[in-house]
Nanobody
Framework: QVQLRETGGGLVMPGGSLRLSCAASGRTFSSNAMGWFRQAPGQEREYVASITWSGITTSYADSVKGRFTISRDNAKNTLYLQMNTLKPEDTAVYYC?????????????????WGQGTQVTVSS
């Protein structure tokens, strides 16, 4: 059974940093693109970042570009999101997801495996 488990969320002050991890089990995803999405209270789930199967190409939402970095370790079957200079508007539940394709997408519908999410709260 495929499982994605996000960890690393928590409460952080504005300007702080967090590193999210997403450990996959049940199968290997080294040939699949992966992504991070987030959902704030009362809001729709939105795209944050994605990475191709090889890890060579990454893509970001404009709202996080320059502050967040997505990466992956295929040997560990793990996806990461380094979040720096966090802002209160980054507060959300963060989800990792796996695409059946190699190249990634900003569309939720292009991902077929999802984790349970981890809460990130940015507040003073």
């Amino acid at each position: 059974q495929v499982q994605l488990r996000e960890t690393g969320g928590g409460l952080v002050m504005p300007g702080g940093s967090l590193r999210l991890s997403c450990a996959a089990s049940g199968r290997t995803f080294s040939s699949n693109a992966m992504g991070w999405f987030r959902q704030a209270p009362g809001q729709e789930r939105e795209y944050v970042a994605s990475i191709t199967w090889s890890g060579i190409t990454t893509s970001y939402a404009d709202s996080v570009k320059g502050r967040f970095t997505i990466s992956r370790d295929n040997a560990k079957n793990t996806l990461y999101l380094q979040m720096n200079t966090l802002k209160p508007e980054d507060t959300a539940v963060y989800y990792c997801a796996v695409s059946p394709g190699r190249w990634g997408s900003v569309l939720i519908s292009e991902y077929d495996y999802w984790g349970q999410g981890t809460q990130v709260t940015v507040s003073s």
